[in-house]
């Protein structure tokens, strides 16, 4: 697929997500707050903050490299992934990008968190 296909793939994914399923995106990867069940990339705490995990940290941390060492975009907007509000952001770039791979491949990537729980967030949709 061409670069046209795969960023329209990744913007339906951010159309998925805004309709109504940005609550079940989240209980998936990172659990119930009231439960305490946790999802594929975290759980939430006693407070209700979320508590990523290693594998999202990670991910993360490679998300926002990728994005610091890119010149053609503005430092500003980088920083917009910084902090609470920039983990949810990067939440919906995950989701998104886990679409643009199904609808480009057919296939669903399964990450090692996701083997462990039995469960991915396109299975659930």
């Given at each position: 697929?061409?670069?046209?296909?795969?960023?329209?793939?990744?913007e339906v994914g951010h159309?998925?997500?805004i309709h109504g399923l940005t609550p079940m995106v989240n209980k998936i990867f990172?659990?119930?707050?009231?439960?305490?069940?946790?999802?594929?990339y975290?759980?939430?705490?006693?407070?209700?903050?979320?508590?990523?995990?290693k594998e999202f940290s990670d991910l993360r941390d490679s998300y926002l490299k990728k994005l610091s060492d890119d010149d053609s975009i503005?430092?500003?907007?980088?920083?917009?992934?910084?902090?609470?509000?920039?983990?949810q952001l990067f939440v919906s770039e995950l989701?998104?990008?886990q679409v643009r791979d199904y609808l480009l491949t057919g296939k669903i990537k399964v990450t090692q968190s996701q083997k462990r729980l039995s469960v991915h967030p396109l299975r659930r949709c």
């Open positions: 697929a061409g670069l046209i296909e795969g960023v329209l793939a990744h159309h998925i997500e990172f659990g119930d707050p009231v439960t305490k069940e946790g999802g594929v975290g759980k939430y705490n006693d407070e209700g903050e979320i508590v990523p995990n503005n430092p500003a907007d980088a920083d917009r992934y910084q902090g609470k509000e920039g983990q989701f998104a990008e």
